[in-house]
Each structure stands twice: as C-alpha cells, then as structure tokens.
C-alpha cells in the first residue's frame, strides 16, 4: 500500500499557503537558493525504472471505449506487464489496434476461437473487459485455457456465476483478480489508512454517490446485458464502503426511481438509493444514477472530524480533504494511473505467486450486496446479507 498522509500533510490547513508566503518574502533574496541545473552531472534524486523479470503477457478481450480510452494505453505505463494478443468479435478494429499496439496479427482472436489461447504460449493472462453478462463465460473459458484472470467489476450478473468463477480458478491452479482499480491507487488508499487508524476518531457513517447521465444505445441501459446503475456505478459506493469500514453489511434497504416518461429508464432505474448496516453500528447512505450530472464523491464522518474524497471513483482527478474542528485541509498526493498500478499488482502476484488483493470473492461479496438491495427494492424493507463463504 502506498505511502499515507504525514502528519504534515493532514494539519496543512487553509491559512498555510499564507503563513509560508509571508515566511519566503522575509528571506534576503537569492537566500538558499540553489543552481538550476545539476552542474555535470544527473540529478542526485533521479529514479530510474527496474523491472525484474519478464513482463506477463496478457490477452485484452473486448475492445469497446474502456478497453481503448483507458487500459490499453496503461499497458505504456507498465513496468510488469504487456498486451500480446486480441479478443475481439470485430477483426478489422482489432487489426487497427494490433498496429498501433505491436501485437502479432497471429494473435488477433474471435470469440469464436478465444478458446485457442490454451496453444498460445505468448499469452499469460486475460484481462476480460466485456459487458457483465459475459464476464463469467470468457472467465470460465479462459481457466480452461490455462491463463489467469484480471475481470472487470461487477464480477458477474449473479452469485451462482461468481462461485463458478472463482471455483474454475481454484481448478485450474491460476489466479483471479477482480479489476477494482481504486484499491491500487494512493488516494483511496490514503482514505483507508486514515479509516484504520481512526485518525479522526470512531466511524459513525459514510455518504457515497455515484452519479452520472448514461444515454440510449448503451448495454448499461439494458437488462439483457446485466445493465443498470447499481451493477455499473453503484458497485464502487458498495466497494467503498467495505473497504473503508473493513466490514461486510448484515443489512441493507433499497429505493428505486423510474421515470415512466424517459424511454431510456423503460427497462432500469434511473437511480437507485439505498442504506447499509455494518457489524460496527457504522452507517453507509449511497446513491447512484444515470440520469444526471456527474457527482463521483464520498465522505467518511468520525467523532472528531470528518474526511471525504471528491471524484473518488473516477480516472483521475482525486482530491482528498479532511476536517477537524475549524481547521480543513487539502492532502497532496501523487496520482499514479489506475489501471497501470492494478495491471502490475496482478503481474506481481502472477509472477511471484502471492495473493491478489481483490480476489473473486471480493467481487462476490459486492455481488451478495447487490443482490440484496434489489431484493429490498422489490419488497419494500429492509434485507439481510448472506455472508456464507464461496463453495461453503
């Protein structure tokens, strides 16, 4: 996990830009000052990159805007991994992608022939980057084939599907890696350090929204394709609020809106609303939508203050702030690119054996929750979690 806030960083409070200005322009000029370039030689703090071993080689299946906008181009940024082959159902737009990625045509595949990466040893892993009713069979099939697996969130349309998923794992010997991209980078990672240690006293409850407006064609917008706003967007408020409590919710309740007059809500809601109860006694209330403007933010509240992140679960842009009495701070630091960060973290963990961070059973929990939100949905109270352990 990457380095927290110093304590520096978390007491740096509004006035500080002030104070130090005021402090710099009492210097005699030209004090301290050093040269502007190293004389002769390289900068004393250059850091230079090491990558031990080879790269793992991975197999990008699906090649919609995510896969195109987001990951493809992280595979640049990687130290532990490579893209070596293409799934694509489109074997024009997969060749145009091969040329500009440096990918063998000869690893160009069909769905039809995904199954013949088990005879391609240029391949380690699959990253599967498919509309969710699809994660679990290009999972399945990719196990059989003798690679791992880094699958996109939600891990599956079902629980059923889930276990099967990580039961094929466990069967194959390879591993499985849920792509919860936000448990690799510094700032989520900061809001959890700042939750175990209580930095600001106890958690009493969380507030989480993840809001955006989805337009018609989109799978999101079709049950069919397992879409909706709570499998897409709102699993990351469910994620959030397990990862920043370190619990799993024994309870929750669901509300859903519908607009009977918006033709792209004829078969999802346009927001979903719903609360959890955690072991602890901490709260969460979450929210999320396609029918309005972005909001992608949450904020813990503790007995002695409260921290909060805004754009928390986008691709950039993160900023954390905390406040303790009259005093708010802004905490600076270094973004990484998420998809970079969780592509070598699963490169890791295949190389040298360890256990990934996000497992399928994590994604099975978001699932369970999922699940039972709807089922509140539906019957207007409150509902349990089921918490059993896959295969148990």
């Given at each position: 996990?990457s380095?927290?806030?110093?304590r520096?960083?978390?007491?740096?409070?509004?006035?500080f830009s002030?104070?130090?200005?005021?402090?710099?322009?009492?210097l005699?000029?030209?004090?301290g000052e050093?040269p502007?370039?190293?004389p002769g030689?390289?900068?004393?703090d250059?850091?230079?990159?090491?990558?031990?071993?080879?790269p793992?080689r991975?197999?990008?299946?699906?090649?919609?805007h995510l896969?195109l906008?987001?990951v493809?181009?992280?595979?640049?940024?990687?130290l532990?991994?490579?893209?070596?082959?293409?799934?694509?159902?489109?074997r024009?737009?997969?060749e145009?992608?091969?040329r500009?990625?440096d990918?063998?045509?000869?690893?160009?595949?069909?769905y039809?022939?995904y199954?013949?990466?088990?005879d391609?040893?240029?391949v380690d892993a699959v990253?599967?980057?498919?509309p969710?009713?699809?994660?679990?069979?290009?999972?399945?099939?990719?196990f059989?084939?003798g690679?791992?697996?880094?699958?996109?969130k939600?891990?599956a349309?079902?629980?059923?599907?889930?276990?099967q998923m990580?039961?094929?794992?466990?069967a194959?010997?390879?591993?499985?890696?849920?792509?919860?991209?936000l448990?690799?980078?510094?700032?989520n990672q900061?809001?959890?350090?700042l939750s175990?240690?209580?930095?600001?006293?106890k958690m009493?409850?969380?507030?989480?929204?993840?809001?955006?407006n989805?337009?018609?064609?989109?799978?999101?917008?079709?049950?069919?394709?397992a879409?909706?706003?709570?499998?897409?967007?709102?699993v990351?408020?469910i994620n959030?609020?397990?990862y920043i409590t370190?619990e799993?919710?024994?309870e929750v309740?669901?509300?859903?809106?519908?607009?009977?007059?918006?033709a792209?809500f004829?078969?999802v809601?346009?927001?979903?609303?719903?609360?959890m109860?955690f072991?602890?006694g901490?709260?969460?209330?979450?929210?999320?939508g396609?029918?309005?403007?972005?909001?992608?933010?949450?904020r813990?509240h503790?007995?002695?203050g409260?921290?909060e992140?805004?754009?928390?679960?986008a691709?950039?842009?993160?900023?954390?702030?905390v406040?303790?009495?009259?005093?708010?701070?802004?905490?600076?630091?270094?973004p990484?690119n998420?998809?970079a960060?969780?592509?070598?973290?699963?490169?890791?963990?295949?190389?040298?054996?360890?256990?990934?961070?996000?497992?399928g059973e994590?994604?099975?929990a978001?699932?369970?929750?999922?699940?039972a939100?709807?089922?509140?949905m539906?019957?207007?109270?409150?509902?349990?979690?089921m918490?059993?352990v896959?295969?148990g």
């Amino acid at each position: 996990m990457s380095r927290g806030p110093t304590r520096r960083d978390v007491l740096r409070v509004s006035s500080f830009s002030a104070v130090a200005a005021a402090f710099a322009s009492a210097l005699p000029a030209g004090a301290g000052e050093k040269p502007l370039a190293p004389p002769g030689k390289q900068p004393d703090d250059l850091k230079l990159p090491k990558v031990e071993g080879p790269p793992v080689r991975y197999a990008v299946v699906g090649l919609g805007h995510l896969a195109l906008d987001e990951v493809l181009p992280a595979f640049r940024q990687c130290l532990k991994s490579r893209v070596t082959a293409l799934v694509s159902g489109h074997r024009d737009k997969a060749e145009a992608v091969a040329r500009a990625y440096d990918v063998d045509p000869k690893n160009i595949y069909g769905y039809d022939n995904y199954d013949a990466l088990k005879d391609n040893k240029d391949v380690d892993a699959v990253y599967v980057i498919l509309p969710n009713h699809m994660h679990a069979e290009y999972t399945v099939r990719a196990f059989k084939a003798g690679k791992h697996v880094l699958c996109e969130k939600p891990m599956a349309a079902s629980e059923a599907e889930c276990e099967q998923m990580i039961e094929a794992g466990r069967a194959a010997g390879k591993k499985l890696m849920i792509a919860y991209r936000l448990r690799y980078e510094p700032f989520n990672q900061t809001m959890i350090e700042l939750s175990r240690k209580q930095a600001y006293g106890k958690m009493r409850f969380i507030e989480a929204v993840n809001y955006q407006n989805t337009y018609a064609p989109n799978i999101r917008l079709a049950n069919a394709t397992a879409g909706g706003p709570l499998e897409d967007v709102g699993v990351y408020c469910i994620n959030a609020a397990r990862y920043i409590t370190g619990e799993e919710p024994v309870e929750v309740h669901g509300y859903a809106q519908q607009p009977a007059d918006e033709a792209r809500f004829r078969e999802v809601p346009a927001t979903v609303v719903w609360n959890m109860r955690f072991p602890s006694g901490v709260l969460a209330n979450c929210a999320c939508g396609f029918g309005g403007e972005e909001s992608r933010r949450y904020r813990v509240h503790a007995e002695k203050g409260w921290y909060e992140l805004e754009n928390a679960f986008a691709y950039r842009g993160q900023r954390l702030r905390v406040k303790q009495g009259p005093e708010m701070a802004e905490v600076n630091i270094p973004p990484v690119n998420h998809f970079a960060a969780e592509i070598d973290h699963f490169s890791e963990c295949v190389r040298a054996d360890k256990r990934v961070w996000t497992p399928g059973e994590d994604g099975l929990a978001d699932v369970r929750v999922i699940r039972a939100i709807k089922e509140s949905m539906k019957s207007g109270r409150s509902e349990k979690v089921m918490t059993r352990v896959a295969g148990g």
